[in-house]
């Protein structure tokens, strides 16, 4: 083969990819673009993980949903205590007389 027709195709491809600056600026975003969604993918692997997903199957014969796994749940025997789940009043002491405490 001889080198002059090689040389001139790739001189060609060269000056198409390199000359065309609209095409090389959208290749870049391209490849930008390509990295943040892999940064974006890599994050949300590990939200993933937090959160368990289950999945949930009709039976048509009883007419409920079924989870094929094992799972627990809370149940509460009796009243709850009312009182100690409430938050107690916090109250701002200040300089003035009226408000100040007692206790120096």
């Known amino acids: 083969?001889?080198?002059?027709?090689?040389?001139?195709y790739l001189l060609?491809?060269?000056?198409?990819l390199f000359g065309n600056?609209?095409?090389?600026?959208?290749?870049?975003?391209?490849?930008?673009?390509?990295?943040r969604q892999k940064?974006?993918?890599d994050?949300?692997?590990?939200?993933?993980?937090?959160?368990e997903?289950?999945?949930?199957?009709?039976?048509s014969v009883s007419k409920t949903w079924k989870n094929p796994k094992y799972y627990f749940q809370v149940i509460n025997l009796?009243?709850?205590?009312?009182k100690a789940l409430k938050?107690?009043?916090t109250t701002v002491e200040t300089d003035i007389s009226e408000d100040a405490s007692d206790s120096q």
Do not use: H, Y
């Open 78 to 82: 009796g009243s709850p205590n009312f």
């Open 43 to 51: 994050v949300n692997k590990d939200i993933e993980k937090k959160f």
């Open 12 to 16: 060609g491809i060269g000056l198409f």
């Open 87 to 89: 938050k107690g009043r």
């Open 39 to 41: 940064a974006v993918l």
């Open 53 to 59: 997903t289950q999945k949930l199957q009709r039976d």
């Open 21 to 35: 600056r609209n095409f090389w600026n959208d290749l870049q975003d391209s490849w930008k673009e390509q990295e």
């Open 1 to 8: 083969m001889k080198a002059k027709p090689i040389f001139l």
